[in-house]
C-alpha cells in the first residue's frame, strides 16, 4: 500500500514537471515571436521608415512632389513624383501673346527696352488666363527679348507660385533664364525669388494692370 502511494506521487510529480517544462518553451517561444514582431513603415524611401521595425503595417507616409531635377519646382525631400514638374524648357512651344518691338520710355534700359531694334516676344503656357484679375497658381509666362543684330538678349520668366508664397511679389516667383529655358546662375546661385535684385522686377511689375502682368 505504502509503496503503491509513493509510486503514485512519484508520477503525479513527474507529470507536473514535464508540464512546467513544456509551459515555459512555449511562453518563451511566443516572446520570441511577438517580441520581434515590432509594427510600423518598413518602407526605406518612406518619410516615416522605420529601420528597427521588420513587420508593416500599412502607415508609411510618402511626400510628393516632382522629382525632375531639372525642373523649377524640383522637390528634394519628395519620394513620389506627382506630376507636378514645371520647366520653361518648352517655352517655344507655347503660346505668343504679344509682341513688341522698339523703345519704350516706361522701360527704361529694363528688358533691353531703349533699344530702337529690340523685339520682345511674351509667352503664356497653355494660354493660361487670369481669373477675377488674379492669375491662377501655376500659370507660367515666358519672355524672349533680342535686338536686331542679336548682339543683345536676354530671357525671363515668372510663375505663380502657392497662396502664402510672397507678399511683395502677390505669389510670383521671377527668373533669369538662359535660352533653352533653364535657369541662369549668378555667384550667389540660380536666379529666381519672389525679391531677386533687391525687388526690381516687382517695383516696376507692380504698375501693372492685371496681377502684375502687362501682357494679358
Ligand atoms: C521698368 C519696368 C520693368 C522692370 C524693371 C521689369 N519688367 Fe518685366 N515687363 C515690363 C513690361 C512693360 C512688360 C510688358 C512687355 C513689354 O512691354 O516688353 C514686361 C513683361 C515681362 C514678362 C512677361 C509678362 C508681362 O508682364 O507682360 C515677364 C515674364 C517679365 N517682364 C519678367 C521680368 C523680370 C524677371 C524682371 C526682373 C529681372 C522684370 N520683368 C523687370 C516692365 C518691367
Known amino acids: 500500500?505504502?509503496?503503491?502511494?509513493?509510486?503514485?506521487?512519484?508520477?503525479?510529480?513527474?507529470?507536473?514537471?514535464?508540464?512546467?517544462?513544456?509551459?515555459?518553451?512555449?511562453?518563451?517561444?511566443?516572446?520570441?515571436?511577438?517580441?520581434?514582431?515590432?509594427?510600423?513603415?518598413?518602407?526605406?524611401?518612406?518619410?516615416n521608415y522605420d529601420k528597427d521595425t521588420n513587420k508593416d503595417n500599412g502607415t508609411c507616409n510618402y511626400i510628393q512632389g516632382c522629382l525632375e531635377p531639372t525642373s523649377i519646382n524640383f522637390d528634394s525631400s519628395a519620394t513620389i513624383d506627382d506630376g507636378s514638374c514645371m520647366t520653361f524648357t518648352t517655352w517655344e512651344d507655347w503660346i505668343l501673346e504679344i509682341t513688341k518691338t522698339g523703345i519704350d520710355t516706361n522701360l527704361g534700359v529694363a528688358h533691353i527696352g531703349g533699344d530702337s531694334t529690340s523685339t520682345r516676344d511674351v509667352y503664356f503656357f497653355e494660354g493660361q488666363d487670369p481669373t477675377d484679375g488674379k492669375y491662377p497658381e501655376g500659370t507660367m509666362i515666358f519672355k524672349h527679348i533680342r535686338t536686331i543684330d542679336s548682339t543683345n538678349s536676354e530671357y525671363v520668366g515668372m510663375v505663380k507660385k502657392e497662396k502664402g508664397y510672397s507678399n511683395a511679389s502677390n505669389n510670383w516667383e521671377w527668373f533669369v533664364l538662359n535660352a533653352d529655358g533653364t535657369i541662369k546662375s549668378d555667384v550667389e546661385g540660380p536666379i529666381r525669388g519672389a525679391t531677386i535684385y533687391d525687388g526690381y522686377c516687382n517695383g516696376c511689375h507692380v504698375s501693372a494692370a492685371t496681377d502684375m502682368v502687362f501682357s494679358k
Open 1 to 47: 500500500m505504502e509503496t503503491i502511494l509513493k509510486e503514485t506521487t512519484y508520477i503525479t510529480f513527474m507529470n507536473l514537471s514535464l508540464r512546467s517544462i513544456s509551459l515555459i518553451g512555449i511562453s518563451l517561444a511566443l516572446v520570441t515571436i511577438v517580441g520581434c514582431a515590432k509594427e510600423g513603415c518598413t518602407d526605406s524611401i518612406a518619410s
